[in-house]
């Protein structure tokens, strides 16, 4: 689902924005939802980051219990 309020409807077709798994249970991120959970000040490094092949990004859930058990 878009978010009309972050105004990103036109971000997919501005750059390309591959498609996101959680690094520990395969759920399908959302672009939008990462953007949202991180902020939108600056979309062009969240991009680099997001469509970087040298970082792996969590779920929330996998990202809570990494950060509360320490491990993985």
Do not use: A, P, Q, T
């Not at 798994?21 to 062009?44: S, T, W, Y």
């Not at 859930?61 to 509360?68: D, E, I, Q, S, V």
């Amino acid at each position: 689902m878009k978010h009309k309020s972050l105004n990103l409807l036109n971000l997919s077709s501005e750059k390309h924005i591959r498609e996101r798994n959680c690094f520990r249970c395969g759920k399908e991120l959302i672009f939008e939802d990462f953007l949202k959970n991180k902020g939108v000040n600056d979309k062009d490094e969240f991009i680099k980051i997001w469509n970087s092949k040298y970082i792996e990004l969590f779920c929330c859930r996998c990202y809570n219990l990494k950060m509360k058990y320490n491990s993985f």
